[in-house]
């Protein structure tokens, strides 16, 4: 991962850290080590960690005397054994309670190293003033370099207006570095998506943060996600070949909102997408995109035919050449809208008074609201592969009151996705900290996509991993929301996809 960070200072009204969530599905102990790297000094090391055999844990980052705070930093995990590991981070306003988490995401971390990075969907948003309709939208790239040589990365830019535009970034041996977007695609350019290419392999990963009007000290909301890893070649070839891409297909589970596909290739490209139900059939349809940018598709759910918003859905995209896919989702305040040039304290107008509550994680400094106050967002990539199992690491279903919270509630979801033309059969083993297993199963229909609620088959307020183990390719990922259990209002959320297993050795 390339984007780690443990802010705690009083000149930021922002709190955030973090953890990671590892998870031993084999029937070893695991001996870890994680080295954590800076932009301008040497890394530190967290060593001899150790996640017993069929086990998760999760290590807190403020925890650490390891990590250095107020410092940005990637991070490199080592195992003695396969391990499936993920970072998750928060973020809150200085002082407010645990429950009133402002932004909370999560990403699996990438098993690869490589020359090329992608990812799709691409902003940098800058309101030209307090009551114009978009919010503050800054983006940022972390790059890691664990290597021993210094590594010269060059991102290019690929905007919906065909403009291109490029930086070059020089990163020394095993150092990190945290970059403004601002300062390559300028403020609120035409959308685009992203090719990195890089003389050593390196990681890529994207960070947007959202805040309710410029100038706003306490971030809102904000996705966090490991770019899409492309081919390993010779950096020369990379920028004469004219078919560069990643892939070609792609799978998502989950109520996804906005499509964003970014066609990096020199070639016109037509997309088929197909949009997969509980209980209705599919139903499909299909869109060009130009060569060399990125389209996002704002209005998935009111394309013909029309998202049956009844139920969950997930889709597969199919392209004619190589591209990326990348989802978005998020909500706002249902009383947005009706709100405009309001200053906390001066009087709610009549429409919002009944819903008061759903204002009070604003906090009690004076900020102007606009009619789009996002809660939560989350992003992720598209998998790119089906797979008969897949895990992840981060699970837990708070149910108040807790250790951590009297109020905070977060039910969980795993999407599981069957496109293939076969009835699966899927096992869901659950592994906890303390060791424990449990274990659920269910028969997925063809062509069919099944939202489990996870708060019905795990022990809540335990920490645990899972694996999914189906008869046929799946697509499974994890989605998480957080509730006040004073307020109806989902106030964030949490999305990624699982990570395949194509050679399940611990089973």
Same mark, same amino acid.
């Given at each position: 991962?390339?984007?780690?960070?443990?802010?705690?200072?009083?000149?930021?009204?922002?709190?955030?850290?973090?953890?990671?969530?590892?998870?031993?599905?084999?029937?070893?102990?695991?001996?870890?080590? /994680?080295?954590?790297?800076?932009?301008?000094?040497?890394?530190?090391?967290?060593?001899?960690?150790?996640?017993?055999? +069929?086990?998760?844990?999760?290590?807190?980052?403020?925890?650490?005397?390891? /990590?250095?705070?107020?410092?940005?930093?990637?991070?490199?995990? +080592?195992?003695?054994?396969?391990?499936?590991?993920?970072?998750? =981070?928060?973020?809150?306003?200085?002082?407010?309670?645990?429950?009133?988490?402002?932004?909370?995401?999560?990403?699996?971390?990438?098993?690869?190293?490589?020359?090329?990075?992608?990812?799709?969907?691409?902003?940098?948003?800058?309101?030209?003033? =307090?009551?114009?309709?978009?919010?503050?939208?800054?983006?940022?790239?972390?790059?890691?370099?664990?290597?021993?040589?210094?590594?010269?990365?060059?991102? /290019?830019?690929?905007?919906?207006?065909?403009?291109?535009?490029?930086?070059?970034?020089?990163?020394?041996?095993?150092?990190?570095?945290?970059?403004?977007?601002?300062?390559?695609?300028?403020?609120?350019?035409?959308?685009?998506?992203?090719?990195?290419?890089?003389?050593?392999?390196?990681?890529?990963?994207?960070?947007?943060?959202?805040?309710?009007?410029?100038?706003?000290?306490?971030?809102?909301?904000?996705?966090?996600?490991?770019?899409?890893?492309?081919?390993? =070649?010779?950096?020369?070839?990379?920028?004469?070949?004219?078919?560069?891409?990643?892939?070609?297909?792609?799978?998502?589970?989950?109520?996804?909102?906005?499509?964003?596909?970014?066609?990096?290739?020199?070639?016109?490209?037509?997309?088929?997408?197909?949009?997969?139900? +509980?209980?209705?059939?599919?139903?499909?349809?299909?869109?060009?995109?130009?060569?060399?940018?990125?389209?996002?598709?704002?209005?998935?759910?009111?394309?013909?035919?029309?998202?049956?918003?009844?139920?969950?859905?997930?889709?597969?995209?199919?392209?004619?050449?190589?591209?990326?896919?990348?989802?978005?989702?998020?909500?706002?305040?249902?009383?947005?809208?009706?709100?405009?040039?309001?200053?906390?304290?001066?009087?709610?107008?009549?429409?919002?008074?009944?819903?008061?509550?759903?204002?009070?994680?604003?906090?009690?400094?004076? +900020?102007?609201?606009?009619?789009? /106050?996002?809660?939560?967002?989350?992003?992720?990539?598209?998998?790119?592969?089906?797979?008969?199992?897949?895990?992840?690491?981060?699970?837990?279903?708070?149910?108040?009151?807790?250790?951590?919270?009297?109020?905070?509630?977060?039910?969980?979801?795993?999407?599981?996705?069957?496109?293939?033309?076969?009835?699966?059969?899927?096992?869901?083993?659950?592994?906890?900290?303390?060791?424990?297993?449990?274990?659920?199963?269910?028969?997925?229909?063809?062509?069919?996509?099944?939202?489990?609620?996870?708060?019905?088959?795990?022990?809540?307020?335990?920490?645990?991993?899972?694996?999914?183990?189906?008869?046929?390719?799946?697509?499974?990922?994890?989605?998480?929301?957080?509730?006040?259990?004073?307020?109806?209002?989902?106030?964030?959320?949490?999305?990624?996809?699982?990570?395949?297993?194509?050679?399940?050795?611990?089973?």
């Amino acid at each position: 991962m390339a984007t780690g960070f443990v802010l705690d200072t009083e000149n930021d009204q922002n709190y955030r850290t973090g953890y990671f969530a590892l998870f031993n599905p084999n029937k070893r102990n695991a001996r870890v080590v /994680i080295t954590f790297f800076y932009e301008d000094q040497e890394p530190t090391q967290l060593k001899n960690y150790v996640v017993p055999a +069929e086990c998760q844990k999760v290590i807190e980052w403020d925890k650490l005397s390891e /990590i250095v705070k107020n410092k940005r930093w990637g991070a490199k995990v +080592e195992s003695g054994e396969p391990l499936i590991a993920q970072e998750s =981070h928060h973020v809150r306003k200085r002082g407010d309670k645990p429950e009133f988490v402002r932004s909370q995401c999560t990403t699996m971390m990438t098993p690869i190293l490589t020359t090329l990075w992608y990812y799709a969907d691409g902003v940098y948003i800058m309101p030209r003033d =307090h009551v114009h309709r978009r919010m503050f939208e800054p983006e940022m790239v972390g790059l890691l370099n664990p290597n021993r040589r210094e590594a010269e990365v060059t991102m /290019i830019t690929y905007h919906t207006n065909k403009d291109r535009r490029e930086a070059t970034f020089k990163l020394p041996p095993e150092r990190s570095k945290w970059v403004d977007l601002v300062d390559v695609v300028g403020k609120d350019p035409p959308h685009f998506g992203a090719r990195f290419i890089s003389t050593e392999p390196v990681v890529v990963q994207q960070e947007r943060q959202v805040y309710a009007v410029p100038g706003s000290p306490v971030q809102r909301s904000d996705f966090n996600e490991i770019a899409v890893p492309g081919p390993m =070649h010779d950096i020369d070839t990379l920028r004469e070949m004219p078919y560069v891409g990643a892939y070609n297909i792609g799978y998502f589970p989950g109520p996804d909102s906005l499509l964003v596909v970014f066609d990096p290739t020199r070639h016109d490209t037509v997309v088929d997408v197909t949009l997969y139900y +509980e209980k209705e059939n599919p139903n499909p349809y299909s869109f060009g995109l130009k060569a060399e940018t990125s389209l996002a598709i704002f209005d998935l759910l009111n394309r013909q035919p029309p998202v049956i918003k009844a139920e969950p859905w997930g889709c597969k995209v199919v392209s004619t050449e190589p591209v990326i896919i990348q989802d978005l989702c998020g909500s706002g305040d249902p009383v947005s809208g009706g709100i405009s040039n309001y200053r906390w304290g001066k009087g709610l107008p009549p429409k919002a008074r009944k819903l008061k509550h759903s204002l009070d994680a604003l906090g009690t400094y004076e +900020e102007e609201l606009t009619n789009h /106050i996002t809660w939560n967002m989350a992003s992720r990539q598209a998998a790119t592969t089906l797979a008969k199992v897949w895990c992840y690491a981060d699970g837990m279903v708070r149910k108040p009151p807790t250790e951590y919270s009297k109020k905070l509630y977060t039910p969980e979801w795993a999407f599981i996705l069957n496109p293939t033309k076969r009835d699966s059969e899927v096992t869901v083993t659950l592994y906890y900290e303390d060791q424990t297993r449990g274990e659920h199963k269910l028969t997925l229909p063809a062509q069919r996509i099944k939202g489990l609620e996870m708060e019905k088959i795990v022990i809540p307020n335990k920490s645990y991993g899972a694996d999914f183990v189906s008869t046929e390719p799946i697509v499974v990922s994890h989605n998480k929301g957080f509730f006040n259990m004073d307020d109806p209002v989902q106030r964030d959320v949490q999305a990624t996809m699982a990570m395949p297993l194509l050679y399940p050795i611990f089973r």
